[in-house]
Protein backbone atom coordinates (compact mmCIF):
# COMPACT_ATOMS: atom_id res chain seq x y z
CA UNK A 1 0.00 0.00 0.00
CA UNK A 2 0.67 3.81 -0.47
CA UNK A 3 1.91 5.07 2.90
CA UNK A 4 3.18 9.11 4.02
CA UNK A 5 4.14 9.49 7.57
CA UNK A 6 4.82 12.48 9.17
CA UNK A 7 4.71 13.32 13.26
CA UNK A 8 0.88 13.87 14.62
CA UNK A 9 2.08 16.93 17.03
CA UNK A 10 5.05 18.92 17.65
CA UNK A 11 6.31 21.74 19.97
CA UNK A 12 8.81 24.79 19.30
CA UNK A 13 9.77 28.07 21.13
CA UNK A 14 9.39 31.10 18.97
CA UNK A 15 12.18 31.89 17.39
CA UNK A 16 13.53 28.34 17.54
CA UNK A 17 14.26 26.64 14.30
CA UNK A 18 12.12 23.12 13.91
CA UNK A 19 12.39 20.29 11.46
CA UNK A 20 9.39 18.43 10.25
CA UNK A 21 9.97 15.24 8.63
CA UNK A 22 7.91 13.31 6.27
CA UNK A 23 8.58 9.53 5.02
CA UNK A 24 6.97 7.91 2.18
CA UNK A 25 6.54 4.49 0.82
CA UNK A 26 4.42 5.05 -2.99
CA UNK A 27 4.29 3.46 -6.07
CA UNK A 28 6.92 5.55 -7.72
CA UNK A 29 7.35 9.27 -7.09
CA UNK A 30 6.77 12.34 -8.62
CA UNK A 31 7.15 15.24 -6.21
CA UNK A 32 6.41 15.97 -2.79
CA UNK A 33 4.59 18.86 -1.55
CA UNK A 34 4.65 20.77 1.48
CA UNK A 35 1.06 22.51 2.66
CA UNK A 36 0.61 24.60 5.61
CA UNK A 37 -2.73 25.10 6.99
CA UNK A 38 -3.95 27.07 9.76
CA UNK A 39 -6.90 25.68 12.06
CA UNK A 40 -9.66 26.57 10.25
CA UNK A 41 -8.44 27.67 6.79
CA UNK A 42 -7.33 26.68 3.60
CA UNK A 43 -4.16 24.46 2.79
CA UNK A 44 -1.74 26.86 1.16
CA UNK A 45 1.15 25.46 -0.62
CA UNK A 46 4.33 25.88 0.21
CA UNK A 47 6.70 24.13 -1.46
CA UNK A 48 7.68 21.78 -4.48
CA UNK A 49 10.62 19.07 -4.41
CA UNK A 50 11.26 16.84 -7.28
CA UNK A 51 15.07 16.65 -7.45
CA UNK A 52 16.76 15.81 -4.29
CA UNK A 53 18.54 18.34 -2.13
CA UNK A 54 17.19 21.37 -0.75
CA UNK A 55 15.13 24.20 -1.71
CA UNK A 56 15.05 27.37 0.74
CA UNK A 57 12.58 29.82 0.57
CA UNK A 58 13.23 32.79 3.29
CA UNK A 59 12.42 31.10 6.67
CA UNK A 60 10.60 28.31 5.30
CA UNK A 61 13.00 25.39 3.31
CA UNK A 62 12.40 21.84 1.87
CA UNK A 63 14.67 19.06 1.21
CA UNK A 64 14.07 15.53 -0.31
CA UNK A 65 16.02 12.48 -0.75
CA UNK A 66 14.51 10.03 -3.34
CA UNK A 67 16.90 7.21 -2.08
CA UNK A 68 15.08 7.03 1.40
CA UNK A 69 11.85 7.98 0.69
CA UNK A 70 12.74 11.16 3.24
CA UNK A 71 11.78 14.81 3.50
CA UNK A 72 12.27 17.43 6.30
CA UNK A 73 10.55 20.89 6.21
CA UNK A 74 13.11 23.16 7.95
CA UNK A 75 10.99 26.24 9.73
CA UNK A 76 13.79 29.32 11.06
CA UNK A 77 13.34 31.88 13.28
CA UNK A 78 9.93 30.93 14.42
CA UNK A 79 6.93 33.21 15.00
CA UNK A 80 3.47 32.38 16.94
CA UNK A 81 1.99 32.97 13.49
CA UNK A 82 3.81 29.32 12.19
CA UNK A 83 1.58 27.50 14.88
CA UNK A 84 -0.32 25.39 12.15
CA UNK A 85 -0.57 22.18 10.58
CA UNK A 86 1.84 21.26 8.19
CA UNK A 87 0.54 18.50 5.06
CA UNK A 88 3.11 16.39 3.53
CA UNK A 89 1.71 14.93 -0.44
CA UNK A 90 3.68 12.51 -2.92
CA UNK A 91 2.85 12.62 -6.51
CA UNK A 92 3.21 8.85 -7.37
CA UNK A 93 3.84 6.95 -10.57
CA UNK A 94 -0.05 7.88 -11.85
CA UNK A 95 0.14 11.44 -10.58
CA UNK A 96 -2.14 11.06 -7.82
CA UNK A 97 -1.69 12.68 -4.80
CA UNK A 98 -0.80 10.78 -1.92
CA UNK A 99 -1.21 12.63 1.24
CA UNK A 100 -0.09 12.33 5.26
CA UNK A 101 -2.36 12.95 8.11
CA UNK A 102 -0.56 16.62 8.81
CA UNK A 103 2.01 17.50 11.44
CA UNK A 104 0.40 19.99 14.18
CA UNK A 105 2.89 22.62 15.01
CA UNK A 106 2.62 24.34 18.53
CA UNK A 107 4.60 26.98 19.13
CA UNK A 108 5.01 28.68 22.56
CA UNK A 109 6.38 31.79 23.55
CA UNK B 1 -7.16 37.01 0.14
CA UNK B 2 -7.96 32.81 -1.21
CA UNK B 3 -8.55 32.92 -4.62
CA UNK B 4 -10.97 30.05 -4.39
CA UNK B 5 -14.35 30.41 -2.43
CA UNK B 6 -16.71 28.29 -0.59
CA UNK B 7 -20.32 28.11 0.90
CA UNK B 8 -21.46 27.78 3.12
CA UNK B 9 -18.75 27.87 5.82
CA UNK B 10 -20.34 25.76 8.14
CA UNK B 11 -24.03 23.23 7.55
CA UNK B 12 -25.10 21.54 9.76
CA UNK B 13 -28.05 19.18 8.63
CA UNK B 14 -30.01 15.90 9.24
CA UNK B 15 -29.85 12.79 7.42
CA UNK B 16 -32.77 13.17 5.90
CA UNK B 17 -32.03 16.43 4.28
CA UNK B 18 -30.55 17.87 1.09
CA UNK B 19 -28.18 20.11 0.76
CA UNK B 20 -25.51 21.60 -1.48
CA UNK B 21 -21.91 22.75 -1.08
CA UNK B 22 -21.10 25.48 -3.63
CA UNK B 23 -17.06 26.40 -5.02
CA UNK B 24 -16.08 28.97 -6.70
CA UNK B 25 -12.52 29.92 -8.21
CA UNK B 26 -11.23 33.50 -9.73
CA UNK B 27 -8.08 32.13 -10.88
CA UNK B 28 -8.75 31.14 -14.31
CA UNK B 29 -8.04 27.31 -14.00
CA UNK B 30 -9.38 24.55 -15.58
CA UNK B 31 -9.19 21.95 -12.69
CA UNK B 32 -10.94 21.48 -9.63
CA UNK B 33 -11.07 19.10 -6.84
CA UNK B 34 -13.43 17.61 -4.42
CA UNK B 35 -11.63 16.25 -0.91
CA UNK B 36 -12.92 15.21 2.62
CA UNK B 37 -10.68 16.07 5.30
CA UNK B 38 -11.55 14.37 8.98
CA UNK B 39 -9.78 15.12 11.99
CA UNK B 40 -5.98 13.66 12.14
CA UNK B 41 -6.65 11.40 8.68
CA UNK B 42 -4.88 12.25 5.36
CA UNK B 43 -7.10 14.27 2.99
CA UNK B 44 -9.54 11.94 1.10
CA UNK B 45 -9.82 13.09 -2.68
CA UNK B 46 -13.29 12.48 -4.13
CA UNK B 47 -13.93 13.83 -7.56
CA UNK B 48 -11.39 15.82 -10.10
CA UNK B 49 -12.59 17.44 -13.09
CA UNK B 50 -10.60 19.03 -15.94
CA UNK B 51 -12.07 21.13 -18.56
CA UNK B 52 -15.62 20.67 -16.92
CA UNK B 53 -14.88 16.55 -17.70
CA UNK B 54 -15.07 14.45 -14.48
CA UNK B 55 -11.60 12.85 -14.64
CA UNK B 56 -11.59 11.06 -11.09
CA UNK B 57 -14.30 9.43 -9.04
CA UNK B 58 -12.37 7.74 -6.10
CA UNK B 59 -15.40 5.12 -5.03
CA UNK B 60 -17.72 8.19 -3.35
CA UNK B 61 -20.96 7.01 -2.36
CA UNK B 62 -23.30 8.20 -4.61
CA UNK B 63 -24.93 9.78 -1.78
CA UNK B 64 -22.24 12.24 -2.65
CA UNK B 65 -23.07 14.37 -6.43
CA UNK B 66 -20.60 16.80 -7.90
CA UNK B 67 -21.49 19.01 -10.48
CA UNK B 68 -19.10 21.32 -12.58
CA UNK B 69 -21.61 23.53 -14.98
CA UNK B 70 -17.94 25.31 -15.77
CA UNK B 71 -14.45 25.93 -14.89
CA UNK B 72 -15.23 28.20 -12.30
CA UNK B 73 -18.10 26.52 -10.42
CA UNK B 74 -17.88 22.97 -8.43
CA UNK B 75 -21.17 21.73 -6.94
CA UNK B 76 -21.37 19.02 -4.05
CA UNK B 77 -24.61 17.84 -3.70
CA UNK B 78 -25.94 15.57 -0.67
CA UNK B 79 -28.86 13.67 0.39
CA UNK B 80 -29.26 11.35 2.81
CA UNK B 81 -25.98 11.37 4.77
CA UNK B 82 -24.69 9.53 7.67
CA UNK B 83 -23.15 10.63 10.62
CA UNK B 84 -19.84 9.21 9.05
CA UNK B 85 -19.93 12.00 6.81
CA UNK B 86 -19.27 15.15 9.05
CA UNK B 87 -15.50 16.35 8.19
CA UNK B 88 -14.56 19.34 6.52
CA UNK B 89 -14.51 19.64 2.58
CA UNK B 90 -12.65 21.38 0.77
CA UNK B 91 -12.31 22.50 -2.65
CA UNK B 92 -9.20 22.73 -4.86
CA UNK B 93 -8.15 23.97 -7.95
CA UNK B 94 -5.33 24.06 -10.39
CA UNK B 95 -4.18 25.25 -13.86
CA UNK B 96 -5.32 22.00 -15.31
CA UNK B 97 -4.73 20.56 -18.90
CA UNK B 98 -1.71 18.81 -17.45
CA UNK B 99 -2.77 17.66 -14.14
CA UNK B 100 0.75 15.58 -13.54
CA UNK B 101 2.70 18.50 -11.82
CA UNK B 102 -0.25 21.01 -10.85
CA UNK B 103 0.39 22.72 -7.73
CA UNK B 104 -3.47 22.82 -6.21
CA UNK B 105 -4.57 25.65 -4.57
CA UNK B 106 -7.56 25.21 -2.03
CA UNK B 107 -10.90 27.11 -0.12
CA UNK B 108 -11.50 27.76 3.03
CA UNK B 109 -13.62 24.20 3.69
CA UNK B 110 -17.29 24.02 4.49
CA UNK B 111 -17.62 22.32 7.92
CA UNK B 112 -20.33 19.68 7.96
CA UNK B 113 -21.94 18.11 10.76
CA UNK B 114 -24.76 15.30 9.97
CA UNK B 115 -27.13 14.67 12.98
Known amino acids: GQNIDQPTEMTATEGAIVQINCTYQ??????LFWYQQHAGEAPTFLSY??LDGLEEKGRFSSFLSRSKGYSYLLLKELQMKDSASYLC??????????WGAGTKLIIKP | ETGVTQTPRHLVMGMTNKKSLKCEQH?????MYWYKQSAKKPLELMFV???????ENNSVPSRFSPECPNSSHLFLHLHTLQPEDSALYLC??????????????FGPGTRLTVL
Open chain 2, 92 to 105: ASSPGGDLNTDTQY
Open chain 2, 27 to 31: LGHNA
Open chain 2, 49 to 55: YNFKEQT
Open chain 1, 26 to 31: TSGFNG
Open chain 1, 49 to 50: NV
Open chain 1, 89 to 98: AVLDSNYQLI
